[in-house]
């Protein structure tokens, strides 16, 4: 198996640790929605379209994923701004029947959350459509992956690596390119991690949490999406995934 990471090594080291740094809610929002569409399009890649019990697991997990963000951010109001603080009204005041102007403010507040709710499940759907690529037969797509891959290599001034495929390729291909730890060192290193940010990435996990981590530290399990986002905060460096489909890389 061969898996190729790009890490660009023109990145200056970040001066604070980035877990430090207190992100907008927009932000976070956008952020873990790119990233849950990138898990969802892992696991897809993952499966054999012949393996039917595979399939369905997959088709389970990827709704379980959406779901799980679709909890977390239900009270997201996308194109809200937070309102500036006013005096407590007097006694007075606090009396007098809600103006007609601000019936209006909460009715097109809800209707602003009502569309975001709708947009978000829309995005959300387009990762559950069949696309041909997965329908071509297998020779043809490693064929076209290769080449696909190859030809963004070229553009970029790199070239492909062979990676043993034991389990370790993912940590392997990092540890080659951008670290001076081992594999077994950087697997325990991204155990550690998710253990102390247990409540950032339990939600993406859909079996026992503490069994996860502790495989992924002692076994020879795969890495995804999950780890490579960890080794990115780890090292403090920028991880790309050219992929096989085209597009741009993740």
Known sequence: ????????????????????????????????????????????????????????????????????????????????????????PSSTQSDEKPTETDEKQNVSRKARRLANKEKRQAEL????EIVDYDNQPESIRRRNESSSINEQLLQRGLELQSIVSDGNCLFASIVDQASDLNVRQLRELIAEYLRKHRSDYEPFIDTDYDAYCEKLAKENVWGGQIELQVCAKILQRSIEIIQGTGGEPI
Not at 125 to 128: D, G, L, R, T
Request: zero cysteines; proline letters at 2%; charged letters at 40%.
């Open 1 to 88: 198996m061969s898996f190729f990471v790009r890490l660009p090594y023109n990145l200056s080291m970040a001066e604070n640790n980035s877990d430090n740094n207190i992100e907008d809610e927009g932000i976070r929002h956008r952020r873990e929605r790119r990233e849950l569409q990138a898990a969802i399009q892992q696991l897809k890649k993952s499966v054999n379209k012949n393996d039917k019990t595979r399939k369905k697991k997959i088709d389970s997990d990827i709704k379980a994923l959406e779901e799980a963000f679709e909890k977390r951010w239900e009270n997201f109001d996308e194109n809200s701004t937070p309102e500036k603080s006013s005096v407590a």
């Open 125 to 128: 759907n387009e990762n559950q």
